[in-house]
């Protein structure tokens, strides 16, 4: 009966231990995330010549999120800092940078995601994505091209 007692308590125990924090993006992942980091920092951030890609972790209670990060480097193949990236996708949109930066990457995510992502959100005004259906309508194709997803809000700036 003892037994039975403990094997029932150490299982309610394991069952309320919370899941890792996010898994490893898989290949297409990973390709679609990189693409979409390059992509927002040669726009962004022209001076970036070179980046050192970091391996991705995709959200594990929401998996159209994921951050990721990377070592940028100029022209002249100087290290310029490191910085990570929070991203989102849908069915009609591809992987696009949500934050990107070394500090309040988490902000716009849902508190789930964000505790699954181990990521930081200290900005009191920040817009909370609060559902999967809801999400960053636009990501940038080219500089002064936005590319904005169907079915979601209109054009933001940000």
Known sequence: MRRALVLIVTAALIAAIPASAGRPARTAET??????VVQYVRITA???KRIKWYAATVSTVDAAWAVGGADGFNRAGVGVGYAAALLIHT?????????????DLGCGAPMRVRR???LACYERSSKVVKSASER?????KTPGEAVYCRGLAGPTTG
């Open 116 to 118: 699954d992502l181990k």
């Open 91 to 103: 069915a009609t949109c591809p992987w696009h940078v949500l934050n990107f930066g070394s500090s």
């Open 31 to 36: 390709k679609g995330i990189h693409a979409a």
């Open 136 to 140: 960053f309508p636009v990501f940038w």
């Open 46 to 48: 022209p001076t970036i």
